[in-house]
């Protein structure tokens, strides 16, 4: 049976190769045409004889001695078995490397220079000032939709009225801070909103701002650490003007330069307190895709930075302009604002939904700055500096009811570094390509005794015998 198979292999193959005899060099006598398919036939035996014997694999000539069967025998099933567990070897390493591994590395670096201070962004805690939004539609409007009274369409605020009405009742930063110090600079309060970005948080109605950060100008920074090189700040909360809040105080933000944190948490500050925040900062270096951190960025619609937070403001507005065909007032411009009705019935549902759903894709940024704080506190003002305050404001009252009126509105807190080292966290791959090709080549050497250029050989063996079968031309001239 296999001699037939093999004998119709041999003349199906031997009448191709007449053929193309026959094309390239046309009028060949077949003694001739015989004599140099002979000549490659034993080419080609020489060149895989020459292979097995210099070939640098170990073991490869003695599955081929002609004169020890038993030899050839066992030294083929010894090579089998170690191709078989090399190959496991390789293929588990290869899934190993498909999964992207990777460790993090932590490292406490010293600037012996300078380093940076954080941005600052700072949130009352109280949307609106009674004296500025009591009386406005906007209220009467609330106060009617909650007792659950129909409202006339004319007396429904319309988009402008409600961005308006919030803006102006938002506390305003020229009335709330009082004082404010840093290392080498001299701030004029007349003119502190100069110092300060403005952006509202994710609430839609507090509007926060934020110092140091890139966009105003000259970042601080400090090479000297303690608190006698701090950056200090007073305030006024203003409690006596509250609207309708649980809470008095301020919520302090501490950031990198390029973020706007419209979506963090932060720290509360109580009016009544002297706060002492030691800082440290943390930076971390994530991976980017196939690793499983993703990290990276994303050209934004509406913004030209890239953060997280600012990312999701970006997908909201276009959701909501998408479903609503309005936006709410703290939203990027260039769209319809939404009156009050629509914001009950659509843009705040949606909202909602929204976050709950978190259908979209914000990558986490490969660079992120952190910092992390220990704070203490302390009753202030203390009495004398109370009286002075009250004093300087002119207030009429006793003594007492001064102080205690001064600590219901004003806090103050004092950021500073405890030493200039930062804390380096750095992702980097466990198992690279380079590691898995060390891994596969111990492999290889280590059970079959081959390397790369092995594999080099035994290519340049089977090129040299197509070449041989297929273009070298043997014929005598």
């Known amino acids: 049976m296999w001699k037939i198979i093999n004998w119709r292999k041999s003349t199906r193959e031997y009448e191709e190769a007449r053929r193309e005899a026959d094309v390239r060099y046309p009028g060949i006598p077949e003694k001739t045409f015989q004599m140099e398919q002979r000549r490659k036939r034993k080419r080609n035996e020489e060149h895989v004889s020459n292979f097995i014997s210099n070939s640098t694999l170990h073991g490869l000539h003695f599955c081929f001695d002609k004169k020890h069967l038993i030899r050839r025998i066992v030294w083929t099933m010894i090579l089998i078995a170690a191709f078989g567990y090399v190959g496991e070897k390789i293929y588990a390493s290869l899934v190993q490397f498909f999964q992207y591994p990777m460790s993090t590395t932590t490292t406490l670096v010293y600037d012996k220079q300078s380093i940076n201070f954080p941005a600052f962004s700072i949130c009352n805690l109280n949307d609106f000032r009674k004296s500025k939004f009591k009386g406005t539609k906007v209220e009467k409007y609330f106060q009617a939709y909650g007792q659950g009274r129909n409202i006339p369409e004319k007396d429904v605020p319309n988009g402008t009225v409600y961005r308006t009405t919030v803006r102006e009742a938002n506390h305003k930063l020229s009335s709330m801070l009082t004082s404010i110090t840093a ?119 509406h913004f ?151 594999y080099v050989e035994f290519f340049d063996c089977m090129l040299m015998v197509i070449y041989t079968k297929y273009f070298e031309v043997l014929l005598p001239k």
């Not at 509202?200 to 601080?220: A, E, H, P, Q, V």
């Open 183 to 301: 290392p080498g600079k001299y701030y004029n309060l007349s003119h502190i909103s100069s110092y300060f970005e403005e952006y509202w948080d994710s609430s839609g109605t507090t509007r926060c701002y934020t110092f140091n950060s890139r966009k105003s100008g000259k970042i601080l920074s400090v090479s000297v650490p303690g608190v006698k090189h701090a950056v200090e700040m007073e305030f006024d909360v203003q409690q006596y003007d509250y609207y309708d809040t649980k809470q008095a105080g301020l919520k302090l933000i501490l950031h990198g330069q390029d973020e706007t944190p419209v979506k963090t948490a932060g720290m509360l500050l109580s009016p009544g307190t002297s706060t002492y925040i030691e800082i440290s900062k943390r930076k971390r270096i994530n991976l980017r895709k196939p690793y499983r951190t993703n990290c990276g960025s994303l050209k934004l619609r």
């Open 304 to 454: 030209k930075s890239y953060s997280q937070h600012l990312c999701w403001l970006d997908k909201l507005t276009s959701y909501l302009a998408e479903k609503c065909g309005c936006v709410d007032a703290f939203m990027p411009e260039g769209y319809e604002i939404c009156n009050i009705t629509m914001l009950m019935k659509c843009a705040w549902p949606e909202w909602e939904y929204f976050d709950k759903v978190q259908d979209y894709h914000c990558p986490i940024p490969c660079e992120i700055e952190e910092f992390i704080t220990k704070t203490s506190t302390a009753l202030y003002p203390s009495n004398r500096h109370a009286d002075s305050i009250a004093k300087e404001k002119g207030l009429k009252g006793f003594p007492m009811e001064n102080r205690m009126l001064i600590r219901e509105n004003y806090l103050k807190f004092t950021v500073f570094f405890g030493d200039l080292s930062y804390e380096l966290v750095e992702q980097i791959p466990s198992y690279d390509l380079k590691v898995l090709l060390g891994d596969i080549g111990g492999q290889l050497g280590l059970f079959l005794g081959s390397s790369l250029l092995t």
